[in-house]
């Protein structure tokens, strides 16, 4: 299995959003042990706007994801994305994905993802974000970490996770999953996946549907919606995944569920 993000953006079906009204670009995000990569792209002129972090899939913060970014800027808010393993490595390299989370991905401690996307808020509230308003979605590997990071941070009041598993990580540092924070969320959760998605069992789904059922109140009030006919990384749309209609749909939700918590 093999997969090149460069050459999947010259797909027609890939979405290519204006910066035309926002101010946006790559930054050398503050960390605690120096600076990482990052993207931010917020409306232009305006402050005091909400705090989207969009946490990448397994390729890095490549143009996809950079578009993600603007596509929220122009709803209103102040979308940050960083490059989560730097340190590790340089995922566009990678062509071969199994290769990838070998070399890369296994080696990502959580500890780490945290830590720098608390920086990337604290970054975001700086430059005219409205760190009191905090949401944050994420695709694949960051879909996973939409769910871990509602659970760690108190600022997050809501998140989107696009088709993240729920019962492991990718790799031996990971100690906990999606199925083991229900109790601890900060913020409600709307969990959006495919129900064609080999990677991510429907019993898995149900585990985590069970385990939200059971938890406080901010799990309660999270949802998890399957797409019956989509299989995994149905909303990239520069890759051959992408399902169209479910796409628009799942994006709609995920505007709905950010504006009845964010806004």
Known sequence: MSFSPAAG?????????????????????????????????TPEGKTNVPIVCVVQEIFGIHEHIQDICRRLAKEGYFAIAVNLYERQGDASTYTDIPTLIQDIVSKVPDEQVMADLDASVAWAAQHGGDDSRVGVTGFCWGGRITWMYTAYSPKVKAGVAWYGKLTQGHGPLIK????????????????????QDHSIPLAD?????????????????????????????????????????????????????FAQYLK
């Open 205 to 257: 789904v149900d585990l985590m549907k069970q385990r939200l059922a059971a938890g406080n109140a901010h799990a309660k009030a999270s949802r998890i919606d399957v797409y019956p006919d989509s299989g995994h990384a149905f909303l990239a749309d520069y890759r051959p995944s992408y399902n169209e209609k479910d796409a628009k749909d799942a994006w709609s939700k995920m505007l709905a569920w």
């Open 9 to 41: 953006n010259v797909q027609s079906t890939a979405i290519h959003t204006s910066p035309e009204g926002l101010t946006h670009g790559l930054i050398d995000l503050p960390v605690k042990d120096g600076t990482v990569p990052a993207y931010y792209a």
């Open 176 to 195: 906990r999953n999606a199925v083991d924070i229900a109790q601890e969320l900060h913020g409600p959760v709307l969990g959006l996946y495919g129900g």
